[in-house]
């Protein structure tokens, strides 16, 4: 017996109807009677594969033997049947094939499948509700910068403590130990390297609880619920539902989530989607919010922060709506099928890669595009605007940066906060917005009055370091109960204002006629609707191209002026603030 | 006919789909949903999004944001769940 009749007395058969099996039939005569080529293969076997196009088989008869003649043949059948059937054969092949082993698995499974529903299943009926979902997604969201807002604050009191007490002191005392005290390269240091840099970094916690709490709903499979959920939403409001996708990336950061718009198709959808995906408030806008919220709403700034994002997401789904009935008009939104995967318990492993990564990265930028801008504003702040000034010998009012800050401060009058403070944090923000800090540490750090603080020991301060960390540490323990509104700190809650917020809180009051809260809120508003950065400028430009990109920046900016002007205006005849 | 069924199912949706639904609504196991999802996206009935996205990265990178980690393991957490959809005949 040849290896061919054990292998066809050995195997079962799928029927796959009369006329594929007339050409399958067809086909193994003519294998069978090639003799370079049937007792290499089991001949339904190789019938199959001829009919369903099989690349790598049509590739090995090429160089047999009567292999060119079997191919025209298995084509000429193929052909016949796609005449027949109107599509190609190995869909119809496949389809017998996926019918028999789902007939199989319902006769043979004795468990009942489709009743049976895993803890993933249980859990998703819940998350993935129509109607339920949606509000999981916001109470998520809640519990994400409450803990971001809430419980990172007596860490971010510490290093704003450190920043700005024993590490300004030590490199206040070496560079006055080598010679520089009271030069111009003190002023640079410590009014521009670590005003600057330093109350930048000051909001690095703010910024791992966020990344942390973030990993764990990515790791847990949280995330991809929480897109399908809104991506359905998005349907429904006629947009594409994968728009949401790219956007929930841009909590992040807001230069992937334009890359990852190129999950839409049509090219339309992606430049719709890469025009909204800006309004999703990233990382590095968090700080703004964090430190104004502390300064105007130290009661509430969760709930601050929470309304931050939310807004943004709201401009972001109206802008679109609008988008799509005008310039966009006419797209329809095909739907599409999401693997969910599993949920996971996150390991503690995974959730420090995630948190680090991405805190890494922001620290790293903190000592380059941060430093930089911190010594050229530094520069422009040292330089006098008028003759008769020293460099670095006069008061930074008097600068070129305040004159040109100047130049453009009125046309946020209407908004409240038309100083040359406010006003040059928001055009050095265009950089980067934890630009906007370091920026307003510079130039209120020179107009507050330093606090003298009593002259310490290098031993001291180390003490104080490891004393205060202890106290931050058991402060964030019993702050956790504030994300339910359960508060164990007392009056430790609120936070110590510090100069720099005394000052942005008297500098906004006074710029507000009295309405600063009014004014710190479209400030915010401001800052989370206009360009988020030149990076993500750069990226606008190479996935959306030139034109797309101005209309952003210029959009962008209407609408944050448009928006801020209507709360602060508004809010002021309400008689809010 | 299963396999048109989940594809009618796709194109007829109006709403996005999850793996599951499509499992409920033909009566089929999760996994072979998968694995018919996969000969569409073989016949090229079906695109598979992160290959698409995937595909064109090579020449894209972060910028200088902040918060965007430079792995793209990172960067894309949040969309770690694959999308099928029906390629658009006009790109």
């Known amino acids: ?577 | 006919m299963l396999l048109n069924q989940l594809l009618d199912e796709i194109t007829n949706a109006r709403a996005p789909l999850s793996v599951n639904e499509l499992s409920r609504k033909l009566h089929v196991e999760p996994a072979m949903i998968e694995e018919m999802i996969n000969f569409w996206v073989r016949k090229g009935r079906l695109v598979d999004d992160s290959e698409e996205n995937m595909s064109t990265e090579s020449d894209s990178h972060c910028g200088s944001c902040s918060a965007c980690p430079e792995s793209k393991e990172g960067a894309h957490a949040a969309s770690a769940s694959r999308t099928y959809s029906i390629p658009s005949r006009k790109r």
Request: hydrophobic share 50%; aromatic share 10%; glycine share 10%.
């Open chain 1, 1 to 577: 017996m040849n290896r061919s009749a054990t292998l066809k007395s050995n195997t079962f058969s799928i029927d796959y109807g009369q006329e594929i099996e007339g050409e399958i039939t067809r086909l193994m005569n003519e294998i069978e009677a090639t003799p370079a080529i049937a007792p290499m293969y089991p001949p339904r076997w190789l019938a199959i594969k001829l009919l369903e196009a099989d690349e790598d088989i049509q590739m090995r008869l090429q160089v047999l033997e009567g292999g060119v003649h079997l191919l025209d043949i298995a084509q000429k059948s193929a052909d016949h049947l796609q005449t027949l059937f109107g599509d190609d054969a190995d869909i119809f092949i496949a389809e017998r094939r996926y019918g028999w082993i789902n007939g199989l698995v319902r006769e043979v499974v004795q468990r009942p499948i489709f009743d049976r529903l895993t803890i993933s299943d249980k859990i998703d009926r819940v998350v993935t509700h129509r109607l339920l979902g949606i509000p999981i997604f916001m109470a998520m969201m809640w519990a994400v910068f409450k803990m971001t807002a809430d419980v990172s604050a007596p860490y971010l009191d510490w290093t704003d403590a450190m920043v700005n007490g024993p590490i300004a002191r030590w490199i206040a005392a070496i560079l006055g130990w080598i010679g520089f005290g009271g030069t111009w390269l003190e002023s640079l240091v410590v009014n521009g390297i670590v005003a600057g840099v330093g109350n930048v970094l000051v909001f690095v916690p703010v910024l791992m609880f966020l990344y942390l709490t973030l990993a764990v709903l990515e790791d847990s499979g949280y995330m991809a619920r929480a897109a399908f959920v809104m991506d359905r939403l998005m349907h429904k409001l006629g947009l594409h539902g994968k728009s949401f996708l790219p956007m929930l990336v841009g909590f992040g950061c807001t230069v992937p989530a334009m890359y990852a718009t190129r999950t839409l198709e049509n090219k339309k959808d992606r430049i719709l989607t890469g025009l909204l995906v800006p309004f999703m408030s990233c990382g590095a806008r968090l700080p703004v919010y964090v430190l104004f919220a502390g300064i105007f709403f130290p009661k509430n700034s969760g709930a601050v922060v929470f309304w931050m994002y939310l807004t943004g997401i709201i401009t972001a789904i109206l802008l679109g709506i609008l988008l799509k009935n005008t310039l966009f008009k006419g797209q329809g939104s095909s739907a599409f099928v999401m693997e969910l995967p599993p949920y996971r318990l996150p390991t503690l492993r995974g959730i420090w890669r995630h948190t680090w990564e991405r805190t890494n990265s922001f620290v790293k930028k903190a000592w380059t595009i941060i430093l930089a801008t911190s010594v050229v504003m530094w520069v422009l702040m040292a330089i006098p605007a008028k003759s008769g000034g020293s460099f670095g010998g006069m008061d930074f009012n008097q600068s070129v940066f305040a004159w040109l800050a100047r130049g453009i401060a009125p046309a946020f009058q209407p908004l409240g906060f038309g100083t040359w403070e406010a006003s040059s944090a928001l055009v050095t923000g265009f950089v980067a917005k934890e630009v906007v800090i370091s920026t307003m540490a510079q130039v209120y750090a020179t107009e507050g009055d330093e606090e003298i603080a009593e002259p310490t020991t290098f031993f001291e301060d180390v003490g104080e370091v490891i004393t205060t960390f202890i106290g931050a540490t058991v402060d964030t323990v019993k702050s956790l109960p504030l994300i339910i509104g359960v508060n164990l700190l007392g009056d430790k809650a609120e936070e110590e204002p510090t100069t720099l917020m005394t000052a942005i809180k008297t500098g906004f009051e006074s710029s507000s006629g009295g309405h600063g809260a009014l004014a710190a809120l479209a400030f915010m508003v401001f800052v989370l609707i206009y360009t988020p950065c030149m990076a993500t400028v750069v990226a606008e430009r190479h996935e959306l191209g030139t034109n797309w990109m101005w209309l952003s920046i210029i959009g962008q900016s209407a609408l944050a002026w448009l928006m801020a002007f209507i709360l602060f205006q508004g809010g002021k005849l309400l008689g809010l603030g």
